[in-house]
Structure formats: structure tokens, C-alpha cells
């Protein structure tokens, strides 16, 4: 389904064949905000989910140099493709989980995120030069504190941060000044460290993705 008219505006819906949940689940894949990630790497995530009964939606938006306004708008776009009533999680990879988390401050129906090694602390992400400057390359001339969610916290959409030890794309560092930032602003959330490096998450046959099932449970049945 497409939202706009640039080749990146779609989201695919993955139909269950049966299902029994409540409202829906979007996928955002990662990548550093970089048009060379697509989301094909959200794709199996999403299918596992229809698999299990869950409506879900993979997101593709906009990326590259200067992209922040633009993901975000087309992030608030798909929210309007969801037609299923009742709550919205979203699950984000990487800058994925970046965007589920700004998404939250800006759309009500969004009460949950399930952020998977996601780059939730802008300032510290560019503090520390991730990915060769890839925070500065997203935001262009734009102020890094709209696009920061930690900056935009609390919300009232509860925040899953999970995140792996050996991650050595998105250091554990930025999760843990991320949860001591939730804690300190009052923002509903909890957070995990697990086993496995920065693409454990994207594989539906992972523990990883299992604890991810386990968090939908208690929103979506």
C-alpha cells in the first residue's frame, strides 16, 4: 500500500489467516537511516507475526542525507493505513526502533514500542560518531532534540528496550543511558540485556525474537 507518491511511501500488510489479537503490530527496519537498507529486513518479522495471528505492517519511509522530517512524516502517514481498531506496537531494529520511539510522541494510537538494539539516544549516538556520523548525516539542518526521543520523553506509550551484549553496530551503551534517561523522566519502560550481537533481532528463529513475542502478549491477546 502506498501513502505518497516517492517509491519509498509503502507499507505491506501481512494478512493472518485467523486471528484472535487486538489492533496490530508495525515493523520499521534499520539501516542508519541509509537508502541502501530496505525493508526487506523487516519482511521475515512481519510474516512470522501473521504466522502467529498478528496483523502486521512492514514500513518503508524515506532515508538519506537530511531525511529526519521526511521519516518521520511518512512514518505518521502508514499509522493511517492501519485499519485495525484497538493498540499499535511497534517493533524497531536499529534506527528502526530510532523511529518507533519518535513515532510514539506524535501519535496516540502508538501504545507500546519494542525497541530491538534501537538508537533511542540521538546525543549520544553523535557524540560518539556511530557509524561514521550518521546522526549528523540523518539530520541535515535540523534540531537534534525534535528527533531525539529521549528529548521528547515521557509519552505515554511504553517503551521495551532490548538490546545484546556483543552488539558492536549500536554499542549497549546508548540502551543504558536510554533506560536511566526513562527512569529519570518518568517514562514507562523496561530494559533487557540478552546474548547475541545487532542482528540477532531480525531473525525469526532467534530467543531474541521470542522475547519479543513474549512482550506482545500481554497488548495484543
Same mark, same amino acid.
Given at each position: 500500500?502506498?501513502? *505518497?507518491?516517492?517509491q519509498?511511501?509503502? +507499507?505491506?500488510y501481512?494478512?493472518?489467516?485467523?486471528? /484472535?489479537?487486538?489492533?496490530a503490530v508495525l515493523?520499521?527496519?534499520?539501516?542508519?537511516?541509509?537508502e541502501?537498507?530496505?525493508? !526487506?529486513?523487516?519482511?521475515? =518479522?512481519?510474516?512470522?507475526?501473521?504466522?502467529? *495471528?498478528i496483523?502486521?505492517?512492514?514500513? !518503508?519511509?524515506?532515508?538519506?542525507p537530511?531525511?529526519?522530517?521526511?521519516?518521520?512524516?511518512?512514518?505518521?502517514?502508514a499509522?493511517?493505513?492501519?485499519?485495525q481498531?484497538?493498540?499499535?506496537?511497534?517493533? *524497531?531494529?536499529?534506527?528502526?526502533? $530510532?523511529? *518507533?520511539? =519518535?513515532?510514539?510522541?506524535?501519535?496516540?494510537?502508538i501504545?507500546? +514500542?519494542?525497541?530491538?538494539?534501537?538508537?533511542?539516544?540521538?546525543?549520544?549516538?553523535?557524540?560518539?560518531?556511530?557509524?561514521? @556520523?550518521? %546522526?549528523? &548525516?540523518?539530520?541535515? &539542518?535540523?534540531?537534534?532534540?525534535?528527533?531525539?526521543?529521549?528529548?521528547?520523553?515521557? +509519552?505515554?506509550?511504553? %517503551?521495551?528496550i #532490548?538490546?545484546?551484549? !556483543? @552488539?558492536?553496530? +549500536?554499542?549497549?551503551?546508548?540502551?543504558?543511558?536510554?533506560?536511566?534517561?526513562a527512569?529519570?523522566?518518568?517514562? !514507562?519502560?523496561?530494559? /533487557?540485556?540478552f546474548?547475541?550481537?545487532? #542482528?540477532t533481532w531480525? @531473525?525469526?528463529?532467534?530467543?531474541?525474537?521470542?522475547?519479543?513475542?513474549?512482550?506482545l502478549s500481554? %497488548? $495484543?491477546y
Amino acid at each position: 500500500m502506498h501513502y *505518497g507518491q516517492h517509491q519509498d511511501q509503502w +507499507v505491506d500488510y501481512y494478512a493472518p489467516e485467523h486471528t /484472535t489479537a487486538n489492533g496490530a503490530v508495525l515493523v520499521i527496519h534499520g539501516g542508519y537511516w541509509r537508502e541502501k537498507y530496505t525493508a !526487506e529486513l523487516g519482511a521475515p =518479522l512481519a510474516q512470522d507475526l501473521a504466522a502467529r *495471528g498478528i496483523p502486521a505492517y512492514n514500513l !518503508e519511509y524515506r532515508r538519506g542525507p537530511g531525511s529526519a522530517a521526511q521519516m518521520l512524516a511518512d512514518a505518521k502517514l502508514a499509522v493511517g493505513l492501519i485499519s485495525q481498531e484497538g493498540p499499535i506496537t511497534v517493533i *524497531g531494529h536499529s534506527a528502526g526502533g $530510532h523511529l *518507533g520511539a =519518535l513515532l510514539a510522541a506524535h501519535d496516540p494510537r502508538i501504545t507500546q +514500542v519494542i525497541s530491538q538494539a534501537g538508537l533511542l539516544d540521538l546525543s549520544l549516538a553523535q557524540h560518539l560518531k556511530l557509524s561514521n @556520523d550518521a %546522526v549528523d &548525516e540523518l539530520l541535515g &539542518e535540523e534540531p537534534r532534540p525534535s528527533y531525539d526521543p529521549v528529548e521528547l520523553w515521557p +509519552v505515554p506509550a511504553r %517503551v521495551i528496550i #532490548f538490546h545484546g551484549r !556483543e @552488539d558492536a553496530d +549500536v554499542p549497549v551503551k546508548i540502551a543504558r543511558s536510554a533506560a536511566q534517561k526513562a527512569a529519570a523522566l518518568g517514562q !514507562e519502560h523496561s530494559f /533487557t540485556l540478552f546474548d547475541g550481537d545487532h #542482528f540477532t533481532w531480525i @531473525d525469526p528463529h532467534s530467543s531474541q525474537w521470542a522475547a519479543c513475542i513474549r512482550a506482545l502478549s500481554p %497488548v $495484543h491477546y
